[in-house]
């Protein structure tokens, strides 16, 4: 018999508001507001399980983070997640997306095999979208971004509807691949108290650094990024309030050139 | 950062050796195996046949900058017109490329590119560079990254900026991850150093902050930059020998595990969500009637109509156009309330606009508190005003 599908989805722990604060040295303060799971990453969940209810599947939620991240898997247990997995190590610190996206699919390789990988659109906090596709070139799997629909999936393919700027493509992939999710693509379902129950004494898989395929350190968190923050600052407001007065012709005047100074004139 | 080196002397079975490897990155050239650019440094390689492959650490990456020449721009285009980020970016390449002295590169994938160059010349690029084959008909990630390889692997910029829009979002990502090089999503301002480090600065935390991001140890350095971020150039004459250069690559790397099974035209009809622009009516609009006149203005500048509640009450609108706490949230690029007083409930689904007009007879409306730009005046007055203009302003483009 055909093993059943495994779909392996990402989520991310972000902070609870984007109102972020950031301090003297210009660093930010993340943990002002609690944590909590990415929203986007929702729709990835409840993609995986659509099709689990569907085909069977196993889903495993997996997640880089700190040891708190855990919060967000019990969160994907709630809402029948099958499998959690926590990639945490100290190592992994100051990672930007080639490192992340590095980490996340060594510790997919480790998971293997699997047939499909769901991200959501993006984050809330680095709110790149990027993970997905480095993901799925590190992964040597064809990715799809802007899924807005699955048409249809069977144990070695997938059909979806992706979003492109001034099309619809709809597009077959064969496992293993990669899709990143839209927005609205379903309505997430709520935690479930019964699961929360069952599945409290429920183990997550920790992985650190040793774990993985890769052990080379510099190919991990700050060693390992490219990109380098050199500073973070808050936007400047330069929204000027200005309130105009006059006759018709010049108010409108005024009008037209604010349209046509900020480009939204053909 | 570290490689595989191979030891020749010691391949005695090629089948067996170019197999080990999980990604096709091993490939013989002669007599020899090469390390091609798809290698993930998993190391079964070296694990399989330690004899052969040996990993060897490099201490923290260099790079020798004065290697990479070039700014390149990421042609984006729907298989017929190039779309307008490309012609923005080309505005900042010429910018940048002029501090350190370099060409202006575009990359051109598609399928019957046919006289897409010409433009491109007349908006600031130097050279053309054009991979054209069936096989860029439809947008599919395996063929159109490996074009992309190709040309780095050829020509070796320092710099390369894709447009924001889906396609460049997920085509650089893959690239960069593949160069295992730096990629800054979104940026909203770019400069050159005389290093060739290019200063991007991008909003993060839902545009509560500002990041300043440097790629100071990789080549090439990638950044993605949204539609209407920076400005066009003014077309010039283009070069009387333009050079374009015609590239292909090898067949087996245009193949692709996604089967493209249809692509129809997206309907035009947005949801109010989707919306970059768009133009609220108020209770300031005194009857049904009148609301064709501000449907008339938001066909102009190609944005949906919403109103406030009162005129749903009186069934001017359908329901699904209403602003607010008990209607729809919008965070348009653009929003322009005519006679809208700027009640609290109405502020709370629409002030994460970006830009709001607010067009209103009382100077103490409340809208006014969050407007950046008050228009204290007559909407009757001041709107067919307006539309006259913009109407003089597309004929003369014509
Ligand atoms: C202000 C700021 C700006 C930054 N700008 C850049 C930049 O321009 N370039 C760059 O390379 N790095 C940048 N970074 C670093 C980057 O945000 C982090 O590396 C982050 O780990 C991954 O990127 P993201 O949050 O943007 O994820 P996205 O790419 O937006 O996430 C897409 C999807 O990938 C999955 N995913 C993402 N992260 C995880 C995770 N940790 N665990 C499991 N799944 C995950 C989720 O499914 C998510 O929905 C920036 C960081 C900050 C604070
Ligand atoms: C629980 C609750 C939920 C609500 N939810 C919503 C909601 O989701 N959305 C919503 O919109 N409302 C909502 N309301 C109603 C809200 O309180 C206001 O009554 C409503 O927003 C007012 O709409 P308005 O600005 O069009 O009308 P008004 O408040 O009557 O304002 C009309 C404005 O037009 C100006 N004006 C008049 N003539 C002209 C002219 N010729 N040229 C220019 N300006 C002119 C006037 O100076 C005035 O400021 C809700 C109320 C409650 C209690």
């Not at chain 1, 979806?160 to 609205?184: N, S, W």
């Not at chain 2, 770019?190 to 839902?206: H, K, N, V, Y």
């Not at chain 2, 100071?216 to 930059?225: G, L």
Request: with cysteine; aromatic share 6%.
């Amino acid at each position: 018999m055909p093993r059943s599908p495994h779909i392996i989805t990402c989520i991310k722990q972000v902070p609870g508001s984007t109102e972020v604060e950031i301090d003297d040295n210009g660093s930010l303060i993340r943990n002002a507001v609690a944590a909590k799971m990415n929203p986007f990453d929702l729709f990835a969940i409840e993609t995986s399980l659509r099709l689990k209810e569907q085909n069977g599947a196993t889903v495993t939620a997996i997640t880089m983070g700190p040891p708190r991240a855990e919060l967000i898997l019990r969160e994907a247990f709630m809402m029948g997640v099958d499998e959690g997995v926590l990639l945490t190590d100290r190592r992994f610190a100051g990672s930007d997306v080639l490192a992340t996206a590095w980490t996340i699919s060594q510790g997919i390789l480790s998971l293997a095999p699997y047939d499909l990988v769901i991200c959501g659109r993006q984050t809330t906090d680095g709110d790149t979208a990027q993970v997905g596709a480095e993901m799925a070139e590190f992964l040597g799997i064809p990715h799809v971004t802007n899924v807005r629909a699955i048409l249809s999936s069977s144990d070695e393919s997938i059909t979806v509807e992706v979003d492109l700027p001034g099309a619809i493509q709809v597009a077959c992939l064969h496992f293993p691949c990669l899709i990143t999710v839209e927005k609205d693509i379903f309505q997430p379902r709520l935690p479930s108290f019964r699961r929360k129950l069952a599945t409290r004494d429920k183990q997550v898989k920790v992985l650190c650094l040793d774990d993985l395929p890769d052990t080379d350190e510099k190919h991990y968190g700050l060693l390992g990024s490219p990109t380098k923050v050199q500073r973070v600052y808050p936007p400047r407001r330069d929204v000027t309030k200005e309130i105009v007065h006059g006759d018709p012709q010049t108010l409108a005047e005024r009008l037209f050139h604010e349209l046509e100074g900020r480009k939204f004139l053909q | 950062m570290s490689r595989i080196i191979i030891h020749q002397e010691h391949v005695d079975n090629f089948q067996d050796i170019l197999q080990v490897c999980p990604f096709n990155a091993l490939e013989r050239k002669g007599d020899e195996i090469r390390v091609n650019a798809a290698c993930k440094l998993c190391k079964v390689c070296t694990k399989k046949f330690p004899d052969v492959f040996e990993l060897v650490l490099v201490e923290g990456p260099t790079v020798d900058k004065k290697a990479w020449r070039g700014v390149v721009v990421w042609v984006e285009h729907d298989g017929k017109v190039v779309h307008p980020v490309t012609y923005e970016l080309l505005g900042k390449a010429r910018d940048l490329a002029a501090v350190i002295d370099h060409p202006v590169y575009c990359l051109l994938v598609g399928c019957n590119v046919g006289n897409m160059p010409d433009s491109l010349f007349k908006k600031g690029a130097d050279e053309v560079f054009v991979y054209d084959d069936h096989a860029f008909k439809d947008f599919r990630i395996e063929p159109y990254a490996a074009a992309f390889e190709h040309f780095i692997n050829e020509i070796h910029p320092s710099t390369i900026l894709v447009g924001g829009t889906t396609i460049g979002r997920s085509l650089a990502p893959r690239v960069a991850a593949r160069f295992r090089t730096g990629l800054t999503a979104d940026c909203t301002k770019l400069e050159m150093q005389p290093s060739t480090d290019l200063d991007q600065i991008r909003p993060a935390f839902g545009g509560n902050i500002m990041a300043h991001i440097r790629t100071p140890n990789h080549r090439p350095q990638f950044a993605t930059v949204r539609y209407k971020i920076f400005n066009e150039r003014e077309a010039c004459d283009p070069p009387n020998h333009p050079k374009i250069h015609c590239h292909s690559i090898d067949k087996n790397k245009l193949k692709s595990a996604i089967k493209v099974l249809e692509t129809r035209e997206k309907p035009k009809v947005k949801s109010l969500e989707e919306a970059d622009t768009i133009i609220v009516a108020g209770r300031g609009v005194k009857k049904k009637e009148d609301l064709e006149m501000v449907e008339d203005l938001a066909k102009l500048l190609d944005a949906e109509l919403a109103t406030t509640r009162p005129l749903i009450e009186a069934g001017w609108a359908d329901p699904l156009a209403q602003i607010g706490l008990s209607g729809r949230t919008v965070k348009p690029e653009l929003i322009i309330t005519c006679g809208v007083s700027g009640s609290v409930q109405f502020r709370a689904g629409m002030n994460g606009s970006g830009c709001i007009i607010a067009i209103n007879t009382d100077e103490n409306a409340p809208i006014f508190d969050i407007a950046h730009l008050g228009v204290v005046g007559d909407l009757y007055e001041i709107i067919p005003c307006l539309i006259d203009m913009i109407k003089n302003h597309v004929n003369e483009k014509c």
